[in-house]
């Protein structure tokens, strides 16, 4: 399989240009990226652990998908798209905020990410993919919150931070 290409890009998101996937990680180089957040009727969020062979992280839990986009992909068709590759379903996405985030490895890969973060609604068991996908299950935001204070090793870098900066603009609509 192909190695995909990030999307390189400056702290104001403009793309100025294209590094596999691998290299960008290694190099800590500033890449887009986006989080989906899927939450059902009940205000549970759905969360994913990463299958156990990922390359980083493996095996903790984060939110519902999350990956690069690709070149010319918009951030919604992006999350759209891994979202039914890791998932198995898809439904509408909105986008809420960006930021940035760095975040080195115990492997010697680093996450520099301007990471786009979507929400959107679902309330039925996903199809998961396993091979990217090790679990899942529905949990209220603020019993994430407390799970992670509790238990950070538990959950990845970027969720955490997310989390950390921007739980109440995840759970305004709640």
């Known amino acids: 399989m192909k190695e995909e290409n990030v999307i390189l890009v400056n702290e104001s998101n403009e793309q100025i240009g294209l590094m596999p996937k691998m290299e960008a990680h290694e190099k800590a ?3 887009r990226a986006f989080s989906v957040f899927v939450m059902n009727n009940k205000g549970e969020t759905m969360l994913q652990q990463r299958a156990a062979h990922k390359y980083h992280s493996p095996l903790l839990w984060t939110n519902t998908c999350c990956s690069h986009q690709r070149d010319g ?3 919604i068709v ?3 798209r891994r979202l039914e590759e890791e998932m198995g379903f898809t439904t509408e996405l909105e986008e809420l905020f960006s930021f940035i985030y760095k975040a080195p490895f115990d ?3 680093t996450e520099h990410e301007l990471d786009h973060v ?3 609604d679902y309330n039925y068991p996903p199809v998961i993919n396993s091979d990217e996908v090790a679990d899942w299950k529905w949990m209220k935001p603020i019993d994430i919150k407390n799970d992670i204070a509790q238990n950070p090793d538990n959950y990845t870098a970027w969720f955490k931070i997310i989390f950390e900066k921007f739980y109440d603009h995840l759970t ?3």
Request: aromatic share 0%; proline share 0%; net charge positive.
């Open 29 to 31: 180089v500033l890449h």
């Open 172 to 174: 305004k609509n709640i």
């Open 107 to 109: 492997n010697g890969l």
């Open 78 to 80: 992006a999350g759209k």
């Open 73 to 75: 992909e918009t951030n």
């Open 118 to 120: 979507m929400m959107g």
